[in-house]
């Protein structure tokens, strides 16, 4: 018997759904409706009679040796759900479900028989349509399920431990030099672009930082922003999901930053205008993002999708050199590297968990640190190239 109840949460009614599975076990299914919690009672308990009636259970498959590869790896996905982020989730299950299930499903090759040659024919084939990345990132999702099926004892070994990889695609990002930094800043200006543009060409924030930044993280009396809060879109199920949370990307990512003089002229004189949008629109005032910054008139948030479509059309109708958002953050390391600051210093800047990182991607642009060299051996070598002369 499938059962199920309505629950708020951050002011949005939500459809809580309870079932036993195949093995007897208590299971909850949660799935938002959409609505603001105000006024909207009786169309969310319609909404949760509906997906009662039309929800099945789903199957659970118990591995074994003698079950389809394909069907192995969506047993796997489930397993593996629990134990890591929503956001890792969703880019596993679009891989395995999207891509990897559908190719072994078709060939209908049992996990038993699964040899590395199989995987490497995968492998082939995809690297006719896809990058060599893409498939690295398929080949972990694989290593990893089979890893798991040797611990398990339904296979010997892991016959993708094999594999040939393709080579990782070196990666080189679009940048915007300080000129055309400052063409952004003023055709951002007065739109909903403003701010996200100029935390992530200044500060060098991610997407889903500037989007998740927070007045509870500005520091006016000492002059300080915190980056200790993100807003992401995933999606599970074929659903886009967005999630606020209180982590970013890795624990460096983490990090205080000082506030400079201008822009904390432009966020206090934003945070009076917020207050009078407040106190205009009163009740259509959309109270759930209070404590963002990166808010509508109407008090709603910026959502990552949006900014990701509206960004573009922001440089093309200013007649800006077409870049993505997160090339603003590439902008920001290629105006500290051209004005002498040191790798070093640039990876706590951006919130890079390891040195290499930052050195591997941006040290084709380190010109001052390659003059410093050709001086040293000018220097080291007077005599010699004296000669030459």
């Not at 009076?272 to 009740?283: A, H, L, P, S």
Request: proline letters at 3%.
């Amino acid at each position: 018997m499938v059962a199920g109840h309505l629950q708020e949460k951050s002011g949005i009614y939500y459809m809580v759904i309870s079932y036993h599975d195949q093995n007897g076990k208590r299971k909850t299914k949660w799935t938002s409706t959409g609505l603001p919690v105000k006024g909207n009672k009786k169309k969310a308990e319609k909404m949760l009679m509906e997906l009662r009636n039309s929800f099945e259970v789903p199957e659970v498959l118990t591995p074994s040796d003698d079950m389809l590869f394909s069907d192995f790896m969506l047993r796997w996905l489930e397993i593996v759900r629990p134990t890591i982020a929503v956001t890792t989730y969703s880019s596993y299950s679009n891989m395995v479900k999207g891509v990897v299930v559908p190719y072994f499903k078709q060939r209908g090759i049992m996990l038993r028989d699964l040899k590395a040659t199989d995987i490497q024919a995968f492998y082939m084939e995809q690297l006719k349509r896809v990058k060599a990345n893409s498939v690295i990132h398929y080949h972990a999702n694989i290593h990893k399920a089979l890893k798991y099926a040797v611990k398990i004892e339904l296979i010997d070994s892991n016959p993708a431990d094999k594999i040939e990889r393709p080579k990782k695609d070196h990666f080189v990002g679009s940048f915007y030099d300080s000129k055309e930094v400052q063409e952004l800043f003023e055709a951002a200006k007065g739109t909903k672009l403003e701010i996200p543009v100029f935390l992530g060409a200044f500060y060098g924030l991610r997407r889903s930082e500037a989007l998740g930044l927070k007045w509870s993280a500005i520091d006016f009396d000492n002059n300080t922003i915190t980056i200790r809060h993100t807003v992401t879109t995933c999606t599970i199920d074929g659903k886009h999901v967005q999630l606020a949370q209180d982590t970013t990307k890795t624990k460096s990512s983490m990090r205080t930053l000082p506030l400079v003089p201008v822009f904390k002229e432009k966020l206090l004189k934003l945070q009076e205008e917020q207050k009078e949008y407040r106190r205009v629109c009163g009740k259509c005032y959309d109270k759930r993002y209070t404590d963002y910054i990166c808010v509508d008139e109407m008090g709603t948030l910026i959502s990552p999708h949006y900014l990701t479509s509206a960004f573009p059309k922001l440089l093309e109708k200013n007649g800006l050199r077409r870049i993505r958002f997160h090339d603003l953050r590439h902008s920001c390391a290629s105006l500290l590297l051209a004005n002498g600051v040191p790798m070093k210093q640039i990876q706590e800047w951006l919130g890079h968990s390891d040195f290499s990182t930052t050195a591997n991607v941006y040290a084709h642009l380190d010109y001052n640190s390659k003059l410093s060299s050709a001086d040293a051996m000018v220097n080291g070598l007077k005599g010699a190239l004296s000669a030459i002369n």
